[in-house]
């Protein structure tokens, strides 16, 4: 059971990049996938999650309207879009699945498998 994030690097302030979680050893369609990113000296906080269930994602607010998360099922995939990336969102980014309910989605503890991480710097 792994789960593989890529798709970080270093990118200019706006912008972008396209994270991968690929799952092997089990099917991602049976979890929620959240994407979670660590700062240097800061918690790991909830970036975005996709259920999966129906499909419906949740944001944080500092990333709403930037970000996309989509799932691929047939790819055993999951994606995050990152658009007008700023030096705040600096951090190596983290894919988990697990079966959190509403109120845990942003909770690292609420997920089962992570992947390795991938680093993601925005400056200029």
């Known amino acids: 059971v792994q789960l593989q994030a890529s798709g970080g690097g270093l990118v200019q302030p706006g912008g972008s990049l396209r994270l991968s979680c690929a799952a092997s050893g089990f099917t991602l369609d049976y979890f929620a996938i959240g994407w979670f990113r660590q700062a240097p000296g800061k918690e790991r906080e909830g970036v975005s999650c996709i259920s999966s269930s129906d499909g419906s994602t949740d944001y944080a607010d500092s990333v709403k309207g930037r970000f996309t998360i989509s799932r691929d099922n047939a790819k055993n995939t999951v994606y995050l879009q990152m658009n007008s990336l700023k030096p705040d969102d600096t951090a190596v980014y983290y894919c988990?699945?697990?079966?959190?309910?509403?109120?845990?989605?942003?909770?690292?503890?609420?997920?089962?498998?992570w992947g390795q991480g991938t680093l993601v710097t925005v400056s200029s």
């Open positions: 988990g699945a697990g079966r959190p309910i509403l109120s845990t989605i942003r909770s690292p503890s609420a997920y089962y498998y």
